[in-house]
């Protein structure tokens, strides 16, 4: 009869990403701040990085564990700072809360490496609902950019410049694949088609400021009193405000949110904020930046690891796809076979 032999691996194997449980996470939040009684905790998303909710009593708070190989402690201190200059200028934003010393991040220790906590202030409210709030969320954009005026961090941001948007798409892209690779003579084509039309409109010199980074529905909630407020500022940072509103433009039409949600968006924006004619006539550039920015973001992960290459055989396809079909709307470029 065969027999079946076990035998142990003692050699400590590499982790990528790994899943803290809620309990470890209460343990930790309840040693470094002031919690009351024994709180609840619940993972609610794990993506790129964790999400928990804890609870005590009456009160809510929002946990976030940042990925070891994408954020660096530098990078959450000065989300930190962003927020607390907007609830200083009265906007309404999920502000980090202060650990007993005073201090703002906990650092822990993961499989993969440190990883940086912070328990933010939990934002109790409703969903938008794009034909209803997107004038009001045009609003607050509007004071959010004028507030963050002037702006500089104390730490280093990943910047949303055309420099740092092409460096995090399609360079990334390209950083993953081969100089033999088929597609890759499409990718740079359309590098340069965007250099040029950028060039062409001028968007140099168009405005520059702190920007949220993914501006949608699902960032945002209806408090009680009727006002809006903001949070997932994970990806703020300096950039072109436009391409700001840009990613709003692209998740209007990614969900398939009534024309009208974006135009009621915009009227709200100039309502509390400049917006030049040149910089709305790019719109449509910027929403092709956007897509091809996620395409980079699934290659960026895949070169740390945390995605591995998946990117390529399940979420790239349909990101292709829209990116091509992007491509036709603004350059005219005739569609290609998806890859």
Known sequence: MDQVYARTVTESLECVDSTLAPAAISRVVQGAYATRGSPTCELIQHNLDATYVLAEQARRH???VYNARWWSLEEVLGEIEVLEQL??????????????DGGRVTTVQAPEGPRQLVVYRYLEGDGLVPSRDARQFGE???????????FVTAQRRRELTLPGLMQDSFDAVLAEL??????????????????????????????LGFCHGDLNFSNATR???????????????R??????????????????????????????????????????AAMDLMVLLRQAYMLGHD????????????????LRPAKIVGLKALDAQLFGTELAPTW
């Open 62 to 64: 929002l946990v976030r």
């Open 87 to 100: 609830e200083a200028r009265g906007l309404r934003v999920a502000v980090a809360t202060a650990r007993k």
């Open 140 to 150: 607050v954009v509007g004071r959010m950019h004028r507030a963050l005026e002037g």
């Open 178 to 207: 081969s100089q033999e690779n088929e597609h890759r003579p499409y990718i740079e084509s359309l590098r340069a088609r965007v250099l040029a039309r950028a060039e062409e409109l001028g968007v140099a010199s168009f405005r």
């Open 223 to 237: 408090q009680a009193d009727g006002q809006i407020a903001l949070y997932d500022f994970e990806t703020c940072g």
């Open 239 to 280: 950039g072109i405000l436009a391409y700001d509103l840009g990613v709003f433009r692209w998740t209007q039409q990614s969900v398939g949110a009534p024309e009208h949600a974006w135009q009621d968006f915009i009227e709200g924006y100039r309502r509390e904020n400049e917006l030049p004619a040149r910089e709305l």
């Open 299 to 314: 290659a960026r992960r895949s070169s740390i690891g945390s995605l591995g290459t998946r990117w390529r055989h399940v």
